[in-house]
C-alpha cells in the first residue's frame, strides 16, 4: 500500500499506463465499497483487457462490499462481446481472452452475490 489517498489511486486507474493501472485497481479495493462504483466504470470503459481482468479480479476480491457494482457486472455478462467467424489468430487469442473474462466476471459476481 502507497499510503496515498482514493482520490490518488483513481488518478491512476483512470489515466495511467496499464500497468498502473492494474496497480491500481487492488489500491481502489483495499478502500472497500468506496472504490467498487469506480471499478465497474473503468470495467466498462477500458479498453485494456488486462486492466479489466484487474478491475473484475479486484471486484470480486470485495465481496459484498462491491454490490454496487452488481448492474454492471450483469450487463456485462449478458451482452458479450460478438464473435468473429473469420478472425485471424491473433483476432481469436483475444476473443479467447475475452471469453475469459466473462468467466471471471461470472466468478466475481457469485463472490459479491455470496
Not at 16 to 35: I, L, S
Request: charged fraction near 30%; charge should be neutral; include cysteine.
Amino acid at each position: 500500500d502507497s499510503g496515498g489517498s482514493l482520490a490518488d489511486s483513481l488518478q491512476r486507474l483512470n489515466y495511467g499506463k496499464p500497468d498502473a493501472k492494474r496497480a491500481a485497481c487492488r489500491e481502489v479495493a483495499a478502500f472497500g465499497a468506496p472504490g467498487a462504483p469506480q471499478l465497474a466504470r473503468v470495467l466498462q470503459v477500458e479498453r485494456d483487457v488486462s486492466v479489466r481482468e484487474a478491475c473484475v479480479d479486484a471486484l470480486g476480491s470485495l465481496g459484498s462490499k462491491a454490490r454496487e457494482a452488481i448492474p454492471v457486472l450483469e450487463y456485462l455478462i449478458n451482452d458479450p462481446p460478438a464473435v468473429n467467424p473469420n478472425a485471424n489468430k491473433d483476432e481469436l487469442a483475444a476473443e479467447m481472452r475475452e471469453l475469459d473474462l466473462l468467466k471471471r466476471m461470472k466468478a466475481a459476481l457469485a463472490k459479491i452475490k455470496g
